[in-house]
């Protein structure tokens, strides 16, 4: 160990200029106490010692352990300045403030090693880095650190996969959907997160849920920021629902707080929402449609749904089909389609209105819809849970040291063969999950008002599941061709 008497610059016999680094892990107050009190004791040896502080660097509620890696700015501003010149010690309240991981350490002694660096501790006293055996003292004192540091993670790691298992609550950030105490149901959520699982197994997207849900100023858990469609996504499959608990990203308990949708639901909801099909199909259509039949009304002439959004010359919202005049060789020959939206809008909306208001037509489809997929829902998802229990036996067999050779390589065949079936199942549950989006009109006394009150997204679903329209290009002189618009309805 080096003197702890003053250090004085033999040429300016000026104190030492040195700098007080400061962290502490975890702040849960965000009050900085702990920091301030390691800055009070580090002034108190720096007095003693002589040395002038002029630097001061605070890493407050960071962790320097092995496992978080976190960016510690005031650390990097530390350095800085040694490599700088701009300090020649440094105060620390103890070794382990300033490092837990040997490979930071080592980078420190090289910066510090030519000795023009002093470092004092209030706790540990004064190591000299400049030195094997000051070297040896700070690398014991590091490695010591490491381990408490690696002990504690572990420990928590254990603790908090117990309390997975037993469907303990894991606190955090309040859900969307219950009180702060993780254990009661928020009900005017709850309403929304029932009417939203509906909506999507009907085919609504996300982004049209996320601006309703902001048109209609439904604030998030934060309430800082409007919903986003990863956000509601990311909420509305949470097991926590259902009234299970996870654990890194698997159910591995049941929860010990009453569920808000029922599993079937739940699973048909996820089943839609993780559809491969459903990603591709928004990154392809980019923005949110605006309009009615914008990708969906079919062009007579290349017998595709282009017809896409655009304005005429004085401005006026037309629907114009996007395709080339000779998308193949036995195109029919002419222009494609170009009408006026407001007018073709007006005149499907009131054929399809008409459509659906017959007696029993809605009732009929929405009943139909829910026959099939019920009980398609019902068998996919008790096979999927017998495969699960499958999977589970099998890896405890293959956890097992004493497990033979043969039935571990037969064991795994299997678990990949169940795993490609369960993937199998989420794409067929993708499409028996979905429900006629017509429920929304199932109780209206007057079709023609609900109609007018649904948001953008359902009216399209709508137009979907009932119609296929096909537009043909107008004869010329006519105002509006109603012959050249073709309806397909379902039965």
């Known amino acids: 160990m080096r003197d702890m008497a003053p250090l004085i610059d033999e040429h300016t016999s000026t104190p ?17 106490a702990g920091v301030d ?6 002034q108190e040896l720096a007095n003693r010692l002589g040395w002038q502080v002029v630097r001061v ?13 976190k960016h510690r700015p005031a650390y990097k501003a530390l350095c ?7 300090v020649s010690a440094v105060l620390a309240w103890h070794p382990d403030r300033l490092h837990r991981r040997t490979t930071e350490l080592d980078d420190y002694i090289d910066l510090c090693r030519d000795g023009l660096t002093a470092n004092a501790t209030v706790q540990a006293g004064h190591w000299d880095l400049s030195t094997p055996s000051g070297r040896m003292t700070a690398r014991t004192l590091c490695n010591v650190g490491q381990y408490e540091s690696e ?31 993780g254990m009661t149901i928020r009900q005017s959520e709850a309403d929304e997160i029932r009417r939203l699982a509906d909506a999507v197994r009907r085919g609504v997207s996300l982004r049209s ?3 309703d849900l902001n048109q209609r100023g439904v604030p998030t858990v934060t309430g800082n920021h409007p919903w986003a469609p990863a956000q509601l996504r990311a909420a509305l499959l949470r097991p926590r629902l259902i009234g299970m608990r996870a654990h890194h990203g698997k159910i591995v308990a049941k929860g010990q707080w009453p569920a808000i949708l029922d599993e079937t639901t739940w699973e048909a909801m996820q089943a839609v929402l993780e559809d491969p099909r459903r990603v591709t199909n928004t990154s392809r259509l980019g923005r949110t449609p605006t309009r009615l039949g914008t990708g969906l009304y079919i062009c007579s002439v290349c017998k595709q749904p282009r017809i896409r959004m655009a304005r005429n010359g004085k ?17 029919i020959a002419g222009p494609h389609v170009s009408r006026n939206a407001d007018k073709l809008d007006k005149f499907v909306t009131d054929a399809l209105i008409g459509r659906i208001s017959q007696p029993g037509f809605i009732k009929a489809m929405v009943d139909a819809v829910i026959a099939e997929n019920d009980q398609d829902t019902r068998a996919l998802v008790a096979e999927r849970d017998e495969i699960r229990t499958a999977l589970d036996d099998i890896a405890t067999v293959l956890d097992s040291p004493t497990a033979p050779v043969k039935l571990v390589a037969s064991m795994t065949a299997q678990a990949h063969r169940l795993t490609t079936r369960t993937e199998e199942i989420k794409h067929r549950l993708a499409l028996s999950g979905e429900r006629s989006p017509l429920e929304e009109l199932i109780d209206a006394d007057d079709i023609e008002a609900a109609w007018e009150d649904l948001p953008l997204a359902t009216q399209r679903a709508i137009l979907t599941a009932v119609v296929t329209v096909t537009v043909k290009p107008s004869k010329p002189g006519r105002h509006f061709d109603t012959d050249a618009v073709v309806f397909d309805f379902r039965p």
């Open 16 to 32: 030492t200029q040195a700098a007080i680094y400061c962290r502490i892990s975890d702040d849960r107050t965000g009050r900085a």
């Open 37 to 42: 009190r390691q800055h009070s004791e580090c």
């Open 57 to 69: 660097h605070t890493d407050n509620d960071i962790s320097a352990s092995t496992f978080t890696r």
């Open 80 to 86: 800085d300045d040694i490599r700088h010149g701009r």
């Open 151 to 181: 002990h504690k993670s572990e420990r928590i790691r254990s603790q908090k996969r117990q309390a997975a298992q037993a469907g303990e609550h894991n606190g955090g950030i309040r859900c969307f959907g219950y009180e702060h105490d």
């Open 209 to 211: 849920l996320a601006r």
């Open 315 to 331: 401005g006026v919202p037309i629907y114009k089909c996007g395709g080339s005049k000779s998308v193949e060789k036995d195109a």
